[in-house]
């Protein structure tokens, strides 16, 4: 997938090989994530590391899945933190990871879905919570607009697009996030695909799959746009 990226985005596409649970639980994994950007904010490592054309003052964050979670909260990190020269101008959550304690209406309707399944989403939020008292699925790094979420609206983040499929088990909680964006005062875009499920981009056979890739390019250029004027 992030070869399929280079070839079609006007973009240098960094992947990171983070930690995974549940031999490392949270946040070993965010702060893989926002050490990447530290060590490529850093002079030398981006000379080694990156070639000279690749602009930090326009890094886009993306992710897919477990990837869409890490780059919003990586990217509300970015937000708050002084790098020398990189600056985070995008995001792209495709179907990102979220949940809560609460069953939804999307997770009861597909609950048996394939590639992801109420009963693998479960495992996995409890292979990644740390094993102390007072974590479950309402830690704001899992439902990120519940009950104990972040207040952003003070904070000055870059325009995110939020990409969903009609039949991923996530769904609700993908549109609770984006509403919640919306309503914290953000420049948000909502990017549907009615007959898709979780992870259908890996399937290049799929129109579906180009389409996600062509759109991401358009999103990518319109800030872009932006930032030039």
């Not at 639980?25 to 690749?54: G, I, M, T, W």
């Not at 420049?187 to 991401?216: D, G, K, R, T, W």
Request: glycine share 6%; with cysteine.
């Amino acid at each position: 997938m992030c070869c399929r990226f280079a070839r079609k985005l006007p973009a240098v596409v960094v992947s990171v090989n983070y930690r995974l649970a549940p031999e490392h639980r949270y946040p070993a994994q965010h702060d893989d994530c926002f050490d990447v950007l530290k060590f490529l904010d850093d002079e030398e490592n981006r000379s080694k590391s990156l070639p000279e054309n690749a602009n930090l003052s326009r890094c886009f964050l993306a992710g897919d899945s477990a990837g869409g979670n890490l780059a919003h909260h990586v990217s509300q990190r970015a937000c708050e933190f002084n790098f020398r020269r990189l600056k985070i101008t995008g995001v792209v959550a495709i179907q990102p990871f979220f949940g809560g304690e609460e069953r939804t209406e999307s997770e009861s309707r597909l609950a048996g879905t394939p590639l992801l399944s109420i009963k693998n989403t479960d495992w996995m939020w409890n292979a990644i919570l740390p094993q102390c008292e007072g974590f479950n699925r309402d830690h704001p790094i899992i439902n990120v607009s519940g009950p104990k979420a972040v207040d952003i609206s003070a904070i000055e983040s870059p325009p995110i697009m939020v990409v969903v499929g009609g039949f991923d088990v996530l769904l609700d909680w993908q549109k609770r996030y984006y509403d919640w964006l919306k309503k914290s005062g953000k420049e948000v875009y909502l990017l549907e695909f009615p007959n898709m499920c979780h992870a259908f981009y890996l399937f290049p056979e799929l129109p579906e799959s180009a389409q996600l890739i062509e759109q991401v390019r358009d999103f990518i250029h319109k800030v872009s746009s932006k930032l030039s004027k």
